[in-house]
């Protein structure tokens, strides 16, 4: 991340948590796959065709979704197969599946391991 894409990705994690409080609430819900894309439809309409990912709304959206996505908790709620995702609306949309709540149990290991 550079500097002005964490600003913009910091900035934006306030706006993410008070449209959408029954997703990006505490403690975090697995979000839906593809959420992304969801988002930034939602938060940026006009914004579209092949490159739309690659525009600077896109980057801060992705490196706030990192940032949410990185915490502990986040992968705590990710770490048990069989976990609800959820959507934009709130409602269920999927689930945590084997491979993915794996990799929250790795990341929270080496999280652990890191601390002091």
């Given amino acids: 991340?550079?500097?002005?894409?964490?600003?913009a990705a910091t900035r934006l994690l306030p706006q993410l948590r008070a449209r959408w409080p029954h997703v990006f609430c505490s403690?975090?819900?697995?979000?839906?796959?593809g959420i992304w894309a969801e988002?930034?439809?939602e938060l940026y309409p006009r914004e579209h065709g092949a490159l739309w990912e690659f525009s600077r709304h896109g980057r801060a959206l992705a490196d706030?979704?990192?940032?949410?996505?990185?915490?502990?908790?986040?992968?705590e709620a990710c770490s048990m197969p069989g976990a609800p995702r959820y959507g934009l609306d709130g409602k269920i949309c999927g689930e945590v599946?084997?491979?993915?709540?794996?990799?929250?149990?790795?990341?929270?290991?080496?999280?652990?391991?890191?601390?002091?």
């Fill in 1 to 7: 991340m550079t500097g002005s894409t964490t600003l």
């Fill in 27 to 33: 403690p975090p819900r697995p979000l839906a796959i």
């Fill in 39 to 41: 988002l930034h439809n």
């Fill in 64 to 75: 706030a979704l990192a940032a949410w996505c990185a915490q502990p908790e986040y992968f």
């Fill in 97 to 116: 599946s084997e491979a993915q709540a794996a990799y929250a149990r790795a990341a929270l290991t080496q999280l652990n391991g890191v601390r002091p």
